[in-house]
């Protein structure tokens, strides 16, 4: 705890490689050290001790020396003035921040979109006093929109000079969203809070104190005009971005394809089978590819409605997203797994994938060539043959001979007989029971599988158990950006096929409302929101990666059977 000090600014760095710059001196960590830097900021007038750190290293406890600091009171504001191992620094006075000095523009590139249709926010800081540190505060909003980020943890902010009012402003360009809007009509973006900490010339000039080397605003002091024997002080200063109106208009109702999604931008489809011809059991792979510039993320899979004879499974989907200032593009692929069970001659139908063309304001549709199949009878061998939905876990059973062992002789009375008997009756109405049997339970199969949200439903656990494995995985590997967007679709898959909610029409409001309605406690729903709360800014704010992203596994994982316990 640092009493009487604000904590404006914490790093973490394990194992070398952090580099920051405090007070215009640069702090780095080396090779198999770890590091903890702290930016702090005085509350009250007085002399304080910071207490000596501890940290237990291989089962000892090593600790820190302690730290005086002195804060005196100037006539304007406040300085600091700090003293370990016979070391001192120099005090001076401030001024405040004002409201021109530093703010934050957010910037859409269309402001009538339609339904579906990509946008981009930039969100821009103007300064014209040096920014050490930034982070945001308060993520804006986007109720009715399906957002991807585009600006990644690693990436450095564009920066570039713009003159407003005759005043030369330093900007550079924080962070880009691509939202793709799903309903129609007046939606608002909230701003965006952003907590700086800003250095600004002191009254007194001393010639002794070190050149401020800005990492943020890299040629800050050659923009503005900034000497190199001006004196800093730090100062906490949070801003806020403006409010977007966005108009987002219907797509035109003439020629509307029946089977449109929620598809808008621009695509191309590529469909291929590994082979046409085979024999009884064995393995088909057919695959269907979409690319293009669009929400690739919400493209569903192809609906087709197979052969009976052609056993089939859930498709395996996989994605590439690129993010770049240009917006989102990339392709997402569905992989089906086909098994034929009978021999003979069989179609698999054409699939269309329509969407709406930005360019032509119109709509197109893409269809793939049907293909058919010969299917030979297999060998004898064939008929052990065991499937499951992994193509890789296909195998064949009984191919040893096992011992035979026989069995004891059976003595019967003299006049017993088997004919006639009550058991001979109800062996042979066995398999007219059977088959009856059989039959209700095929057609109760049928009904079920034609019920598309009840699969889902059903199938909705499974799935989220293999995402969250997915991301165990990535979380082994301290891979950030995939670990958090397979964890959000965990999150928001589980929801949607549990609720019965269209990936198009899932946000925060639609999730809490139907959650309600399910009787869900409002404090488990709350948590629900605060862990995709967590993973959006985890997205780009600093976090300890062996800490912060096992958290937010644990909370995943949580709140899933929370839910589980909930939504049966």
């Not at 640069?26 to 910071?50: H, R």
């Not at 449109?260 to 695959?287: E, H, P």
């Not at 035979?404 to 003299?414: E, M, S, V």
């Not at 409002?522 to 780009?540: S, V």
Request: charged share 20%.
């Amino acid at each position: 705890l640092f009493k009487n000090f604000t904590v404006t600014g914490q790093y973490m760095s394990s194992g070398g490689g952090m580099t920051i710059i405090v007070n215009g001196k640069k702090v780095e960590s080396g090779s198999g050290e770890s590091s903890w830097t702290y930016t702090l900021v005085p509350t009250a007038v007085g002399k304080y001790t910071i207490d000596a750190a501890k940290a237990k290293v291989n089962g000892t406890w090593v600790s820190s020396g302690t730290l005086s600091i002195e804060v005196t009171a100037g006539s304007s504001g406040t300085t600091s003035k700090s003293t370990t191992s016979g070391t001192s620094a120099s005090t001076s006075t401030t001024t405040e921040v004002a409201a021109d000095d530093i703010f934050i523009k957010a910037v859409v590139d269309k402001t009538a979109p339609y339904l579906g249709e990509q946008i981009i926010v930039t969100y821009k800081i103007y300064t014209k006093i040096p920014v050490t540190q930034y982070g945001i505060d308060k993520i804006a909003a986007y109720t009715g929109f399906w957002s991807q980020e585009i600006t990644k943890k690693d990436d450095k902010a564009v920066q570039y000079n713009e003159t407003i009012g005759g005043t030369k402003y330093v900007v550079a360009e924080i962070r880009k969203v691509a939202l793709f809007p799903q309903k129609t009509g007046i939606l608002k973006i909230d701003p965006l809070e952003v907590e700086c900490l800003v250095q600004i010339k002191t009254k007194q000039k001393d010639p002794f104190s070190d050149f401020f080397n800005d990492p943020f605003f890299s040629n800050f002091n050659m923009n503005l005009g900034s000497s190199m024997f001006d004196t800093y002080s730090n100062q906490k200063k949070t801003i806020s971005s403006n409010a977007l109106t966005i108009n987002v208009k219907a797509l035109p109702s003439a020629n509307q394809p029946a089977d449109l999604g929620s598809s808008v931008g621009s695509f191309t489809m590529d469909s291929k089978i590994d082979k046409t011809t085979a024999k009884t059991n064995d393995a088909i792979k057919l695959t269907y590819k979409i690319s293009g510039t669009g929400n690739i993320s919400l493209i569903e899979k192809p609906a087709i409605e197979f052969p009976a004879d052609l056993e089939t499974y859930d498709p395996e989907e996989s994605e590439k997203v690129n993010a770049t200032a240009a917006g989102i593009s990339g392709s997402k692929t569905f992989e089906y797994l086909i098994i034929p069970r009978n021999p003979g001659e069989f179609t698999i139908p054409s699939y269309s994938f329509s969407y709406f063309d930005l360019t032509s304001k119109s709509y197109k549709t893409l269809t793939s060539p049907e293909y058919n199949l010969t299917i030979a009878k297999g060998s004898g061998s064939d008929a052990n043959a065991v499937t499951s939905t992994a193509k890789e876990d296909i195998k064949f059973l009984n191919s040893d001979i096992r011992y035979l062992k026989p069995a004891p002789l059976l003595f019967h009375k003299i006049g017993d007989s088997f004919y006639g008997s009550w058991l001979f009756f109800g062996l042979l109405a066995l398999p007219v029971l059977c088959f009856m049997f059989f039959v209700v339970l095929y057609r109760k199969r049928l009904e079920e599988n034609r019920n598309l949200s009840l699969v889902k439903n059903k199938k909705a656990t499974s799935v989220a158990r293999k995402r969250l494995k997915n991301a165990q995985v990535l979380l082994s590997g301290n891979n950030k950006d995939a670990f958090l967007d397979e964890i959000f679709k965990a999150l928001w898959g589980y929801l949607g096929d549990k609720l019965n909610i269209p990936p198009s029409s899932l946000s925060k409001d639609t999730v809490s409302d139907a959650l309600a309605a399910k009787n869900v406690d409002a404090e488990i729903t709350e948590q629900f929101i605060q862990t995709l709360n967590n993973c959006e800014y985890a997205r780009f704010a600093p976090i300890d990666k062996n800490v912060g992203m096992q958290n937010i596994y644990d909370e995943a994982i949580a709140i899933i059977s929370k839910m589980e316990g909930k939504l049966r």
